[in-house]
């Protein structure tokens, strides 16, 4: 057996001594390291979840972009067509045509032309009794409803001389300007009046730059149209989404830092415990670097272990959130993994670095003198 072997295995020896005689200090380091590593690992993994998670929802609240013509009138007959081609799978379009009509008794409101089956995923928000399925069938606002046809009886509808008999099948609350139309599928709004659409409502998932991005392709594709984006959801989601990750960020630093701090004051108080140990090793000739190698190691070692641990059980609590906000799986990001791990390595070893000046200073002869 060669002195080289000889040395590793009293190194080995010497590192493992701690451990398995101190277990109730290298079992706290050793915590501390599984808290920031679970925490991290959750962290990682959920803010990419989350963020897709949230433009998910944010676009189950509707459009995001409005695409109009210019100076009121409509737009190209192809327009819904190039907005399909400059979104491919990453948006839903919902075109849109209106025009003011008066009822039997005189009264104007505002019809709308829509293609229910788009409007149905682009604003799943809207609350909708039942959705018109036939032609003549007609969804009206709450608004409308009351003070057009309280009954629920049909509607005679007129437009520049031309009346359309219409029979209200749903009841449409929104809220918003929505409750005060009658909305109508858009063959028969256009077959009506002979308006095309005018408005072409957009719900894009992505960040507000890849919205922007969005807007820029869509005013390529139209020209002829104002493309503008709607602010109030713009902002509100990355309001959302900016307050999310400082929550996340602030969160984990707070939990890291205790848990660096728990992990100072555990090896500090190891160095304070080992005093004769380091101070016998310095007698029989160990160097200061040996001893703070010694040390570092030990400390690197709950690192490792800790990261281990840490992944495994930030995967789970990952999991857990996943399901209890947002009743989704969060797919696991094993990448992540070397990461994890050399962050919690760094935590252990920058925590040992006050002890290891300390254990520096140690005088053998003062120590074992027992002064």
Known sequence: MTVAT???????????RPV???RGRALTALVAVVVAASVATATLNLYTDVQAKLHREFRSYGANIVVTAKDGSSLPPEALARVDAALGPHG???PFAFAVARTAAGAPVVVAGAD???VRKLDSWWSVTTWPATLGDALIGKRAYQSLTPKGGPL????????LHVTPTGILTTGAQEDSRVYLSLADFTRWTGIEPSTIEVAVAGSPAEIRAMIGTLAAALPEADVQPVRQMVEAEARVLDKTRATLAASTAVIILTAALCMLATLTASVFDRRKDFAVMRALGASRRTVSA???AEAAGIGLAGAVLGFALGLGIAAWIGRANFHASVSPRFGIFPEVVIGSVLLALVA?????SML???QPAVILRGE
């Open 294 to 296: 010694l040390f570092a």
């Open 352 to 356: 040992a670095l006050m002890p290891i």
């Open 6 to 16: 000889n040395r590793r295995q009293m190194f080995l020896r010497l590192l493992s």
């Open 92 to 94: 839903i379009a919902a």
């Open 116 to 118: 229910f089956d788009r």
């Open 20 to 22: 398995l005689v101190r």
């Open 156 to 163: 005679d509808l007129t437009f520049q001389g031309r009346t």
């Open 360 to 362: 520096r200073k140690v």
